[in-house]
C-alpha cells in the first residue's frame, strides 16, 4: 500500500514518537535500536489499518503510549484534539484536526514540517468514500486549515503515491489539483 512509517527524534534528548507503524516493523526497530532511540509516543494520523497494524507490536517493544484523535474508536492510551501539542525531549508537534478522509484524521505540525497523513498526498488527496469520509469536511480540512499554513512547510504523506516522497506546502498549492482554489460545490463535483 506504499505506506510511509515515520520515527521523529528530539535530536537534543533522544526522546522520540512513531508515526502510523504497520509494515516493516523489523526496520523500525532497527532504527531504534541503532540510533539508541527512547519512543514516547506511537501517534497514528487516522484509525486504518494500514496505518495502526502495528501500534500493539511497537508499543508492546518500546514501552510507549499510542495517542489518536478523540474520535478514533480504537484501542489508544492517550486522546488528544484540535491545537494539542505532543511533546518528546524537546520538541513538541501540534495536534491539526483535518477530518474528511477519516472523521479522526490529524496532522502533525512542527519544526518546519508537517506530517498530513492520508489528508493530502503529493499531488492528490486521501479518498472520501469509505466509512466516515466527507468530501465536504475534508474541503474545509485543506481550505480552512492547511491552506492556511506556511509555504515553506515540509510535507510528509500517509503514502508514497505523488512524484516525490516530501513536498512543500507551498508547491503543493501550486501543483496539486485539490489545492487549487474552488468553491466546495465546485470541489464536491470535482471528487464525485
Not at 58 to 83: F, N
Not at 102 to 127: E, H, M
Not at 160 to 179: C, F, R
Request: charged share 20%; with cysteine.
Amino acid at each position: 500500500m506504499q505506506n510511509f512509517a515515520y520515527i521523529v527524534e528530539d535530536e537534543n534528548t533522544g526522546e522520540a514518537i512513531i508515526i502510523d507503524p504497520s509494515w516493516d516493523l523489523m526496520e523500525l526497530e532497527m532504527i531504534i535500536k541503532r540510533n539508541n532511540l527512547k519512543i514516547k509516543y506511537i501517534v497514528n494520523t487516522h484509525h486504518h489499518f494500514d496505518h495502526t497494524l502495528g501500534n500493539q507490536a511497537m508499543a508492546e517493544s518500546t514501552k510507549s503510549q499510542i495517542i489518536q484523535h478523540k474520535s478514533s474508536e480504537l484501542e489508544h492510551d492517550i486522546s488528544v484534539v484540535d491545537g494539542d501539542l505532543i511533546e518528546f525531549g524537546d520538541s513538541k508537534l501540534r495536534v491539526l484536526h483535518t477530518p474528511g478522509h477519516s472523521q479522526d484524521s490529524i496532522c502533525l505540525v512542527g519544526d518546519g514540517k508537517i506530517f498530513s497523513g492520508d489528508t493530502l498526498f503529493v499531488g492528490n488527496c486521501g479518498r472520501t468514500d469509505l466509512a466516515g469520509g466527507s468530501v465536504q469536511d475534508l474541503y474545509d480540512s485543506l481550505f480552512d486549515v492547511l491552506y492556511n499554513l506556511d509555504d515553506d512547510l515540509v510535507m510528509y504523506s500517509g503514502h508514497n503515491y505523488g512524484s516525490t516522497q516530501t513536498s512543500t506546502l507551498g508547491a503543493e498549492k501550486m501543483t496539486n489539483h485539490v489545492m487549487h482554489k474552488r468553491t466546495k460545490q465546485q470541489f464536491v463535483d470535482m471528487m464525485g
